[in-house]
């Protein structure tokens, strides 16, 4: 018995799906609830698990394909994969094996002659430190990770490295060769482009900045960091001290919150605060639901949950969904300051930068402190500057007093 594998229904925002990857090749065995293929849509990579143990019988569609809602993807022939494989399956297994085989040792022999030509400096392997779709790409074009410089965080191999060091044949980008390669954009990063273009062409934007010692901020995690891991198993990180203080920010300045459609403005009586992360395809940006009501533990919770489901393919659409306000930590990859970008139809967004020690005038002396800059990007439609500028004030005296928002002050 057959059973069809179909396109999940797709929300009303996202009209289709590409085919990104194909897990199974006809023959293999699969089982229930294993991902048979990544469905790359504008915002977010869907899997698409197997519904029953089988064989993965026929793909309709090949990788690169654009699929909607409910179109059938593959068969699945159920319960072939028990203890009795069939002949032809035996067949189709071995006449792939062999294939396999043949293609591998002739990839090998260039690999290993580009390697040798190259003589790239050693890295330590780095196959269990991939995420998952660089491991499988990895091992799909026969790569050997360590061979590849990676232009990831802190020097990490990324899909995209591995797909550039594949298509210039091994040659690394340090060679000095001066190959070009039009690459496509994949679905995700058009759509962030599209956005970043609505968002410049649609809004009146302006950015304003303040710098905030985060002395206190720091000396309460290392106060508290021990006894908050303990107590709710996670670390007590900066993000949900900005968290907070934008929520308790956002009920004194509505506006900020607010939103613009036609003529009207909407006001949001809750804060759904966008997190913006970062991911080997761009940037994606899930919703802390009710802001205003979670504690410090709940944020950090839910921030390492959408952290952790971004880099391994697992946000659903309905996590990047809405949102009233974003935050974006730029001083994770070392930015001293920036002018965020809005991320519409929302009003204005907030900038973290790093934090470094400089000499300010406190009491009358001159002393280093841990400064960092923040920036409030917003959209001067709706927002007037006095308002961001008494935002961003509001945002400094509770990072600077932090006692002030466990008070709700």
């Known amino acids: ?35 048979l293929v990544d469905l790359e849509t504008d915002k977010v990579v869907l899997e698409v698990p197997s519904p029953v143990d089988g064989v993965l019988k026929e793909i309709k ?8 809602s409910d179109q059938v993807l593959a068969l699945v022939e159920e319960g072939a994969a028990g203890g009795n494989t069939d002949g032809a399956k035996a067949k189709a297994d071995a006449s792939a094996d062999a294939k ?17 030509a190259a003589k790239p400096a050693s890295k330590p392997a780095a196959g269990n430190d991939l995420p998952p779709g660089a491991r499988f790409t990895a091992a799909k074009e026969g790569i050997d990770p360590s061979q590849v410089e990676g232009t990831g965080r802190r020097g990490a191999v990324t899909k995209e490295d591995l797909l550039n060091y594949a298509r210039n044949a091994g ?15 994949t679905r995700m990063r058009a759509r962030i482009a599209e956005r970043l273009m609505q968002s410049k062409n649609s809004t009146a934007m302006l950015t304003s900045s303040n ?27 900066f993000m949900s ?24 403005i909407i006001y949001h009586g809750y804060a759904d605060i966008s997190i913006a992360v970062s991911t080997d395809k761009g940037l994606v940006t899930p919703v802390l639901r009710n802001a205003e ?60 930068h790093a934090i470094k020690e400089r000499a300010i005038v406190e009491n009358g002396q001159v002393v280093a402190a841990p400064m960092m800059y923040i920036a409030l990007s917003y959209d001067h439609r709706i927002i007037d500057g006095k308002d961001a500028v008494l935002f961003l004030v509001d945002i400094k005296n509770q990072l600077e007093n932090p006692h002030r928002m466990l008070l709700g002050m």
């Open 1 to 35: 018995m057959s059973t069809e594998i179909k396109v999940p229904v797709l929300p009303e925002s996202v009209s289709d799906a590409t085919i990104a990857t194909w897990h199974k090749k006809p023959g293999d065995a699969v089982k229930r609830d294993e991902n």
């Open 61 to 68: 569609f090949d990788s690169g394909a654009t699929v909607t």
């Open 100 to 116: 396999n085989d043949a293609a591998a040792t002739a990839e090998a022999k260039p690999v290993q002659a580009k390697a040798e």
């Open 171 to 185: 040659v690394g980008k340090a060679s000095g060769n001066r190959a070009e390669e039009r690459v496509p954009m």
């Open 211 to 237: 710098e905030v010692n985060m002395k206190a901020v720091m000396d309460m995690r290392k106060a508290q960091g021990e006894a908050f891991q303990k107590a709710y198993g996670i670390k007590l990180g």
């Open 241 to 264: 001290f900005f968290v907070k203080a934008a929520a308790n920010a956002l009920k004194r300045y509505p506006l900020v919150n607010a939103s613009v459609d036609g003529n009207d």
């Open 293 to 352: 009501s979670m504690g410090f533990a709940e944020v950090e919770q839910a921030i390492d949950g959408y952290a952790r489901a971004a880099r391994e393919g697992g946000l659903k659409l309905e996590d990047l969904q809405g949102g009233t306000f974003t935050i974006t930590n730029g001083g994770t990859f070392g930015s001293l300051f920036s002018t965020p970008i809005i991320n519409p139809p929302q009003s204005a967004i907030l900038g973290m």
